[in-house]
């Protein structure tokens, strides 16, 4: 294959991938903007091998055998994988694209010739320093992948983890990461010491930033991290001289930085102090305290009534909602409703669930219909006029603390007004505090009606309620 034709092919890959972007920005089209970037990956790897082309057979062999266990792997897992654990899954993916990044930032060290970079001990300094910067991103991706993945799954604490003088400590290893990476640029490669040096300290790095975070910040660390792994490709696509590398690298870290930096708005969040890790070490006040106050209790029955008699409901859906698999018993409530004349919407927070667009995938898997899906800024203006707010799962994107507790951990994050409706239907199957481990003071106020129970189990309920 020519290099003229190559370059284009990287192109037309580059061009879906930027439409793929484009169509999963909404719901609607996301199915076509995930079949335009697998399209764009597959003449992309394509005119990589052909550019590439191997010498033997045995070769062939080997990349023949990659691409069959690591596809059958993904394959395996995409089926089996539930909604619930898709937040885990995405860091540990996040965490082999950025040991991708060290393995082939290691083999461009030590074979500088195969990727046109100079020779052993005397490689080009611009690629040292693509080379450099890749290797330290993607061993900082890796290692903060596995902090988010271990958090997320329960293997580690979703609590702060707080090092002496950390900021100090970090401070320090980034400082030491860059004068390594000086040295070896210096020794032009040959002090392959140094490398491996780096690598090392930006993986205690990655770790180092992730694990001061708490749980309830961890929507904002995934993105994050999806940020840097793009980053780091980016680094060795320069590296390696392959511009599809380098477009694709780009893409994903800018939208995952765009991304992160929604997020953190929607959470009162500095986007540079989650860049440095700073933030998410507060512990909430009330963790741990025992609740006397009295709550309203309810039954199915009594929602069902309630809701029916409605003229308006907003729903809520939270990350309980994910774990009862509970969108299609709500779709079906929903139905029933509107069949009774009442407007039905929903109201998604920016950082409901574990991760960006967690409820709004749930949803449609539901077949509920996009033109009634509302993000927090479009649907807030309406709570004071819906007779029913039905939260089902959600905790502390709807807590009136964000507002009126400065000493809550997460005061001054904006959060769905549903206290402002005529009435609260909250389900829970607990008292229990949510992710950011504080009590939520919407399930004491006079207009709510606290329904315990599983989410599922209970919709089912006021399904059959509502005849």
């Not at 694209?97 to 060290?102: D, K, N, T």
């Not at 969108?327 to 927070?349: P, T």
Request: aromatic residues 6%.
């Amino acid at each position: 294959m020519t290099a003229d034709l190559a370059a284009l092919l990287y192109l037309v890959s580059g061009v879906l991938f930027i439409l793929a972007l484009r169509g999963l920005s909404n719901p609607e089209s996301s199915r076509r903007g995930n079949n335009l970037g697998m399209i764009g990956m597959a003449i992309a790897v394509g005119t990589t091998l052909a550019v590439a082309a191997p010498p033997d057979a045995l070769t062939w062999g080997l990349i023949a055998l990659g691409v069959a266990v690591g596809g059958t792997v993904g394959a395996i897992t995409a089926r089996r994988i539930a909604m619930t654990a898709m937040p885990q899954l995405v860091a540990a993916f996040h965490s082999l694209v950025g040991l991708a990044a060290v393995f082939v930032a290691a083999a461009a060290l030590y074979a500088p010739q195969a990727f046109g970079i100079g020779e052993v001990g005397n490689i080009h300094m611009q690629s040292l320093i693509e080379m450099s910067l890749g290797v330290a991103i993607g061993a900082i991706t890796f290692s903060g992948s596995i902090i988010a993945f271990a958090k997320l799954n329960g293997n580690m604490s979703g609590a702060p983890i707080i090092l002496p003088a950390r900021h100090i400590l970090n401070i320090a290893i980034f400082g030491a990461i860059i004068a390594l990476i000086v040295m070896l640029v210096m020794s032009h490669g040959a002090d392959t010491w140094t490398f491996w040096a780096i690598t090392v300290l930006a993986i205690v790095l990655g770790v180092t930033l992730i694990v001061p975070i708490g749980g309830a910040d961890m929507p904002v660390v995934v993105s994050m991290l999806n940020s840097y792994s793009g980053w780091a490709a980016a680094g060795i696509g320069f590296t390696l001289e392959n511009s599809a590398l380098i477009i694709t690298g780009a893409l994903v870290g800018s939208s995952g930085a765009i991304l992160s930096y929604i997020m953190c708005k929607g959470m009162n969040r500095s986007f540079i102090s989650v860049i440095l890790g700073g933030f998410g070490g507060e512990v909430a006040h009330a963790a741990g305290k025992t609740e006397t106050r009295p709550v309203k209790l309810g039954s199915a029955e009594d929602a069902a009534f309630i809701m029916k008699n409605a003229s308006s409901v907003i729903v809520v859906p939270g990350y309980g909602m994910a774990v009862a698999q509970a969108q299609h018993a709500l779709h079906e409530m929903a139905n029933k409703l509107k069949k009774e004349g009442v407007k039905i919407s929903y109201a998604i927070h920016p950082v409901a669930g574990r991760m960006p667009g967690h409820m709004n995938v749930l949803l449609a898997e539901a077949n509920v219909p996009y033109d009634e899906v509302f993000e927090l800024d479009d649907i807030n203006s309406q709570f004071p006029t819906a007779d029913v707010a039905y939260v089902i799962g959600a905790n502390d994107v709807t807590n009136p603390s964000a507002k009126t507790d400065p000493k809550s951990p997460i005061y001054g994050m904006p959060i769905l007004d549903v206290e402002k409706a005529k009435t609260v239907l909250f389900i829970k199957r607990g008292m229990g505090s949510g992710y950011a481990g504080v009590e939520n003071e919407l399930f004491f106020r006079d207009n709510t009606m606290m329904l315990f129970g599983d989410a599922k189990k209970m919709t089912e309920e006021i399904v059959k309620a509502l005849g």
